[in-house]
T-cell receptor, first 113, second 114 residues
């Protein structure tokens, strides 16, 4: 089955700096890659996703890149703010898996003011 | 839309008691997922349903755990008997089968077994 590895497990940045979180996946048939943000005591919430027919997607300060050949995808947050502090999860899915997502282990991002 | 609804939001029970967690998926969604989240083990998929049919229950820890989905708008996760190591946050999520779509999570149930 699919295996998703996420790095780093913790990341500390200064407010205003950029943060990058990387994920690799094992199943070349995976074609959908969402990212979730989970604030303390809250539910995971989708912040951005990318499908395999594009290499990059951007939404304001957040961007995701996908390299299908290398089977890795990354989340980029620019101009970080204290409210970006949370745990971020990447995930992978494929058409015939009934929308089952395989999640990475999560990255705890801390943005220091 | 009200989103995914879970109840109760918090449950405190004693070891050996039966616990039932409830979930109402987003209207029109036909895939439903149960997850367990702990600090030690992260986010674990327990079981998921497509069109009310259980597809993969390989994540269910043991026979003490069972899940049902009697109709498209309701699912339960039952633990009987409960043990302290079952203490965790249990999330339900739903999505729209038939097209690649993300999962939308409910607010979770925080279970504490004393």
């Amino acid at each position: 089955g699919e295996n998703v590895e996420q790095h780093p497990s913790t990341l500390s940045v200064q407010e205003g700096d950029s943060a990058v979180i990387k994920c690799t996946y094992s199943d070349s048939a995976s074609n959908y890659f969402p990212w979730y943000k989970q604030e303390l005591g809250k539910r995971p919430q989708l912040i951005i996703d990318i499908r395999s027919n594009v290499g990059e997607k951007k939404d304001q300060r957040i961007a995701v890149t996908l390299n299908k050949t290398a089977k890795h995808f990354s989340l980029h947050i620019t101009e970080t703010q204290p409210e970006d502090s949370a745990v971020y999860f990447c995930a992978a899915s494929k058409n015939n898996a009934g929308n089952m997502l395989t999640f990475g282990g999560g990255t705890r991002l801390m943005v220091k003011p | 839309d009200a989103g995914v609804i879970q109840s109760p939001r918090h449950e405190v029970t004693e070891m050996g008691q039966e616990v039932t967690l409830r979930c109402k998926p987003i209207s029109g969604h036909n895939s439903l997922f149960w997850y367990r989240q702990t600090m030690m083990r992260g986010l674990e998929l327990l079981i998921y349903f497509n069109n009310n049919v259980p597809i993969d229950d390989s994540g269910m820890p043991e026979d003490r755990f069972s899940a049902k989905m009697p109709n498209a708008s309701f699912s339960t996760l039952k633990i009987q008997p409960s043990e302290p190591r079952d203490s965790a946050v249990y999330f339900c999520a739903s999505s729209n089968l038939g097209q690649i779509d993300t999962q939308y999570f409910g607010p979770g149930t925080r279970l504490t077994v004393l």
